[in-house]
C-alpha cells in the first residue's frame, strides 16, 4: 500500500467515525463497524481504482456492513438460557409437527 493511499484512509476515519455513529448509534458499535470496514478495504484494495474518491467507496463499505450486521442481528434469536444463536431452531418444530402427523385419532 502506498503512502498516498494510507494518507487517504486516514484521512477519512475521523468523518466514516461520524457516520457509523450516526447509523449505529453507539460510539462502540461504530469504531466496530469502521474496523470491519477498514479490514474490508484493505482485503479489497486491489479493487479500489486510484484517482477515485477514496471516501466514497469506504463509505459504501461501511454502510454495507452496518446493513449486513443489521439483517444478521434480525436471524439471531435467543435461546432459553440467553445465548444467542444464528436463526430458530427448526429442529424443534420439525419434531413437534412429526410427532403430531404419526399420532393416531383420538
Do not use: C
Amino acid at each position: 500500500m502506498t503512502r498516498d493511499l494510507q494518507r487517504d484512509i486516514l484521512s477519512v476515519l475521523p468523518s466514516l467515525r461520524a457516520f457509523a455513529i450516526s447509523l449505529t448509534g453507539n460510539v462502540d458499535q461504530a469504531d466496530d463497524l469502521v474496523q470491519e470496514s477498514i479490514v474490508r478495504a484493505l482485503g479489497n484494495i486491489d479493487k479500489f481504482t486510484p484517482g477515485t474518491n477514496m471516501a466514497a467507496w469506504l463509505f459504501t463499505i461501511t454502510r454495507n456492513q452496518f446493513h449486513t450486521a443489521y439483517r444478521r442481528r434480525r436471524r439471531e434469536v435467543e435461546d432459553l438460557k440467553g445465548l444467542t444463536l444464528p436463526s430458530s431452531p427448526q429442529h424443534l418444530h420439525r419434531m413437534a409437527t412429526s410427532t403430531f402427523r404419526t399420532s393416531g385419532p383420538l
